[in-house]
């Protein structure tokens, strides 16, 4: 979908995207979740923007706000009326978080707030290695999207092709800083070993 990572900050892509994309674009238009969220900093993250969703998957809403726990009532106000609304404070690797997890349509969405810019929280960093995997080897695409329709998450997924050992969203992160051709040398390597 996206021609470079940027694009990935722009979600009116989806529209341009798969049937999946292009049903995602359509909820956030009639639903406007972003609008209810103008006031922060926010990005759409996850399986949706890198096309790899199957049935079930959620629209993942970053949010980027100094104190998180204090987004609780903007969250109640905005969403509390959406079906299965539910908010909760959780402590993450990298700092206190509020989650907010409901339904628009029948897709579920998951709003994660943050004080991190969202560039730098970890769904963010995630998805940008997860979609630069994805345009070096696009035939990984069809065999996350059987793992996950099996029910294993997409980075557990994505560490099982390629034999990434450890834990599975730590060891996606340890490929952020790696250079494409890096990137392209280990798809070789274990991705072209995993796929005969």
């Keep these: 979908m996206a021609e470079n990572l940027s694009d990935f900050r722009d979600w009116s892509l989806l529209a341009r995207g798969s049937a999946d994309q292009r049903r995602a674009f359509d909820l ?4 406007r979740p972003f609008d209810r969220l103008s006031m922060y900093e926010t990005g759409l993250a996850g399986t949706f923007p890198i096309d790899l969703a199957v049935s079930g998957s959620d629209l993942d809403i970053l949010v980027q706000a100094d104190d998180p726990l204090a ?4 969250l109640e106000a905005a969403f509390g009326g959406e079906a299965g609304y539910a908010c909760r404070s959780v402590r993450v690797t990298d700092g206190p978080a509020l989650v907010a997890r409901f339904r628009l349509g029948d897709v579920p969405v998951e709003i994660f707030v943050q004080a991190l810019p969202v560039a730098r929280q970890m769904g963010w960093r995630h998805m940008m290695v997860e979609a630069r995997l994805l345009a070096l080897a696009p035939a990984l695409r069809p065999a996350v999207r059987g793992l996950k329709q099996a029910g294993i998450k997409t980075e557990p997924a994505f560490a099982q092709l390629l034999a990434l050992p450890g834990d599975p969203y730590q060891a996606l992160l340890g490929l952020e800083a790696l250079s494409d051709s890096a990137l392209a040398d280990l798809l070789a390597q274990r991705w072209s070993a ?3």
């Design 28 to 31: 956030l238009i009639h639903h």
């Design 194 to 196: 995993m796929s005969k």
């Design 71 to 74: 987004v609780g009532p903007v």
